[in-house]
């Protein structure tokens, strides 16, 4: 139950394209759902996060799409650039402390 | 920008040695982590630390770890004796809310490779 299934493992977009990944949860608990960005030999930093009041979170190129009844939730980059390629992570907490736990990562490659 | 220093940055020991991974969060922080990824893999939780207290600890984090804040500013992970899957980077975080509420900031990790 607490674990967050991510899917796609890797992703191969060209330049300008849409970057989608997806992620699902079990535990009804979670309430707060950050998208993490690795870049290799750094630690993960925060992209953009979402609470389940709202459906969708738009910053910029980067879009969360929430689907509360699916307990599914996605990552969307718009106009993906070759400065995009990195390793993202969904994750899940809740708000009474819980851990924040990480799903298996989706390895992006935007080529150029 | 204040930032998670963590220290060393790679270090190589024997199986069955004690190993200190220091960290030093940012300083208005009250929460702290650590977490660990194996090559390749994902982000695993170990610990979390509130309050001069785990708050929280993974079945990963066994009697072999252990944590402490021993001066106020930093945050050390102990592995009592090493195995080699302990071979890992291992990242602190900290967050001035919980992990429910508030972004994670997280060091460059100090990566563990044990022999």
């Known amino acids: 139950q607490q674990q967050v299934k991510q899917s796609p493992q890797s992703l191969i977009v060209q330049k300008g394209g849409i970057s989608i990944i997806n992620c699902a949860y079990e535990n009804t608990a979670f309430d707060y759902f950050p998208w993490y960005q690795q870049f290799p030999g750094k630690g993960p930093a925060l992209l953009i996060a979402i609470r389940p009041d709202v459906s969708e979170k738009k910053e910029g190129r980067f879009t969360i799409s929430f689907n509360k009844s699916a307990k599914q939730f996605s990552l969307h980059i718009m106009d993906s650039q070759p400065g995009d390629s990195a390793t993202y992570f969904c994750a899940a907490s809740d708000q009474a402390g819980t851990a924040l736990i990480f799903g298996k990562g989706t390895t992006l490659s935007v080529s150029s | 920008e204040p930032e998670v220093t963590q220290t060393p940055s790679h270090q190589v020991t024997q199986m069955g040695q004690e190993v200190i991974l220091r960290c030093v969060p940012i300083?208005?922080?009250?929460?702290f982590y650590w977490y660990r990824q194996i090559l390749g893999q994902k982000v695993e939780f170990l610990v979390s630390f509130y309050n001069n207290e785990i708050s929280e600890k993974s079945e990963i984090f066994d009697d072999q770890f252990s944590v402490e804040r021993p001066d106020g500013s930093n945050f050390t992970l102990k592995i009592r004796s090493t195995k080699l899957e302990d071979s890992a980077m291992y990242f602190c975080?900290?967050?001035?809310?919980?992990?429910?509420?508030?972004?994670?900031?997280f060091g460059e990790g100090s990566r563990l490779t044990v022999l």
């Open positions: 975080a900290s967050s001035e809310l919980g992990s429910g509420t508030g972004e994670l900031f």
């Open positions: 300083s208005n922080h009250l929460y």
